[in-house]
C-alpha cells in the first residue's frame, strides 16, 4: 500500500475526533462514568422492560430446562458391639405358656435412638442352628430363633456373622443362622452361605453407597488348616469366612486390600470394616489392632468398628496415605451378655455404647465426608422380678435422669449405672478426642416408657 494513501485514510477520523474534544467539557469536569457512558456504542431505546437472561437452546431454539444442583445429603449410621446369648439370657426369655422365646424387652429402651439412624449394625456373637440341636450358652453357643425377631424389633439392619463364636454349630450352623437372619430382613457381613456369593453388603442409602465387610481373627493354625476358635476349617469351609490370621497378617492384609478395592469397583463410596480382633477384658488396642487399623486406613477404609474384647476400647482419628482419615472404635464393649461383675470380678463387661456417626454427601463435588461422630453409653441392667431375671440395656444419659422411667429402683443398680457411665466416659476421653454424647431422647418419646 502506497503511503501518502495511508495518511489520506486517517485524516477524517483526525477531524471528527478534534470536533468532539472541543464539545466535550474538560476532563476534570468530567467524572469517569459519564465518560464511560459517552464511550458506549449506540443502543435501542429502552421500553423500561427488564430483558431476561438467554436461556440454552436445543436445535430447534426452544429454551431447554436447567435441571438445579442436588442438595447435599446426610445419613446416620449407628453400631454396637458384641450380642451374646449366654444360658441365663435365654431362659429368662422363655415363656412356658406358649413354649416360645421373646427378647424384645432386652433392647426397648433403646429402640428409639436405633430407629433414627439410616443404618444400623450390630455384630452378633452367636449361633441360630435350631431348636433340634439344643439350645446352649458359653463356650459353643446356639440361641432360639427369636433373638433375631429382636434385632429387627430393635431396628437393627446388618448384623456382622464373622467372629470367633460362627463355626460353634459347624458349617450347618453357621448357613441356617444366614437364612434365619434373611428371613427377618437382615443382611449379613463376613459369612455366606456359598463360596460364590459375595460376604460383604453394598447399600444405597439416599444416594450414598455404603460397603460393609466384617472379618475375625484365626486362631494358630492346626496340622496346617485355618482355625476359628480352635475348630479346624477345610478349604471349603474357608471360603463361608472372611478371617485373618496374626501368623499370616501381611498375605491377609493384601487380601483385605483387594476387598476395598472390590467394593470401590462396585461403586461403595463409603467403606465400613467391621473388625473381631484383640484381646478379651483388655482395655486397650494391642500392637496387632494398631497395625491393621493403620493398614487399612492407608487401603481408604473410612470407618472401622471393633468387637471381641467384650469391654470397651478407646476410639481416635487415624491419618492413611494421602492424607485419608480413618474413625476407628477399637472396641464397642458387650451390647448384651451375661458376663458381670458377680461371675467375671469385672464391672466393665456390663457396658456398652452405640456409636453414631453422621455422614455427608455433596452431589456437585461428588464427595462424602465424615461430618459427626456422637455416642449413646449404654449399660445392661440385670434384676430380679417375681423370681425371673430381667435383662434391659439402658441408654445411660436418659436412665439416670428418669430413673423410675426405666425400672432403675434399686441403689444398688443406679450406683452401677451411674459409675459405668464414668468408665465409659473415661476411655472415650483416653485419646483426646471431644467427646459428643447423643441429645435426650424428647418428651414424648420418654412418656411412651410409662
Known sequence: MNKNLRIRKWIPLFIFISLLLIALPSCQ?????ALEDILKPPREESTGEKIPPSDPADDEGNPEEVEPDPDPVE???????????HSTQYKAQYDPSTDSYNFNNNFEFIKPYLENSHLALANLETTFAGRERGYSGYPLFNTPDAMASALKFAGFDIISTANNHSLDMGEKGLVR??????EESLQAAGTRSTPEEKGFVIKDIEGIKVGVSAYTYETPRYQGRRTINGIAMSPELEKLID????????????????????????????????????????????SYQEEIAQALSDYGVDIIFGSHPHVLQPVEILEGEKGHQTLVVYSMGNFISNQRYEHLGTRYTEDGIIVNVSVKKDFVEDRVSLEEVSYVPTW????DRGGRWVYEIL?????????ALFNLNREDSIWRA????????SILESRGIPVNLESPLPPETLETFK
Open 29 to 33: 469536569d468530567m467524572n469517569p462514568e
Open 75 to 85: 445419613i446416620q449410621i449407628s453400631a454396637v458391639g458384641d450380642i451374646m446369648v
Open 177 to 182: 443362622t444366614l437364612s434365619v437372619l434373611e
Open 243 to 286: 478371617s485373618f490370621g496374626y501368623e499370616t497378617l501381611t498375605e491377609d492384609l493384601q487380601a483385605m486390600e483387594e476387598r476395598v478395592k472390590e467394593k470401590k469397583e462396585k461403586g461403595a463410596e463409603l467403606i465400613i470394616f467391621y473388625l473381631h480382633w484383640g484381646q478379651e477384658y483388655q482395655r486397650e488396642p494391642n
Open 380 to 383: 445392661v441392667h440385670r434384676y
Open 395 to 403: 441408654p445411660l444419659v436418659d436412665a439416670l435422669g428418669n430413673k
Open 418 to 425: 451411674q459409675n459405668s457411665m464414668e468408665n465409659t466416659l
